[in-house]
Antibody
Framework: EVQLVESGGGLVQSGGSLRLSCAAA????????MHWVRQVPGKGLVWVSR????????TYADSVKGRFTISRDNARNTLYLQMNSLRAEDTAVYYC??????????????WGQGTLVTVSS | EIVVTQSPATLSVSPGERATLSCRAS??????LAWYQQKPGQSPRLLIY???TRATGIPARFSGSGSGTQFTLTISGLQSEDFALYYC?????????FGGGTKVEIK
């Protein structure tokens, strides 16, 4: 069974930093491209970032580019999102998700339960 | 950025009836369109990908159609567990973008 468990969320002041983690189990993590997607409570889904299975390539939404860094540790089966220079508008539930195993198909097949990040101004 | 628009925002349907949800992309996304279901307090669940292919374990009452810029999710014979939020997503271009969602509620 695929399991994705996020952690690291919490309350942080504007301008601060936070690192989210996502522990993966039940599949070959080192073969999987992974994503972060966020959702303001009561609002829609917004894609944040994506990382190649070996960590050699990353992609970001313009809204987080230069402030957030996605990374992974395949030995620990863990995905990370380092968030710096946080703003009030970054307040959201952050989900990690596994990308489809089909080449060129970037949709998300499995999602974690999410971790809430609250940025206070 | 491709803008994805869903309609209606809310759909009131009686159990056992059919629900038809629409999704429109601001430019062609070929067939690279997925649908997700989200229930309160839960994470999204993949329903449909490549416009019309059901994900593993998704019942046959869920079907998708369309191409280019216009897509439809049809839920035939709505069951109690189907009342939820539904999002479409295009994955043809970066950044990946989602529609604003359609809430299917009990009439």
């Amino acid at each position: 069974e695929v399991q994705l468990v996020e952690s690291g969320g919490g309350l942080v002041q504007s301008g601060g930093s936070l690192r989210l983690s996502c522990a993966a189990a039940g599949f070959s993590f080192s073969d999987a491209w992974m994503h972060w997607v966020r959702q303001v409570p009561g609002k829609g889904l917004v894609w944040v970032s994506r990382i190649k299975n070996d960590g050699s390539s990353t992609t970001y939404a313009d809204s987080v580019k230069g402030r957030f860094t996605i990374s992974r540790d395949n030995a620990r089966n863990t995905l990370y999102l380092q968030m710096n220079s946080l703003r009030a508008e970054d307040t959201a539930v952050y989900y990690c998700a596994r990308e489809s195993a089909m080449g060129g198909s970037y949709f998300q097949t499995y999602w974690g339960q999410g971790t809430l990040v609250t940025v206070s101004s | 950025e491709i803008v994805v628009t869903q309609s209606p925002a809310t759909l009131s349907v009686s159990p056992g009836e059919r629900a038809t949800l629409s999704c429109r992309a601001s430019q062609s996304v070929s067939s690279k369109l997925a649908w997700y279901q989200q229930k309160p307090g839960q994470s999204p669940r993949l329903l449909i990908y490549a416009t019309s292919t059901r994900a593993t374990g998704i019942p046959a009452r869920f079907s998708g159609s369309g191409s280019g810029t216009q897509f439809t999710l049809t839920i035939s014979g709505l069951q109690s567990e189907d009342f939820a939020l539904y999002y479409c997503q295009q994955y043809d271009n970066w950044p990946l973008t989602f529609g604003g969602g359609t809430k299917v509620e009990i009439k």
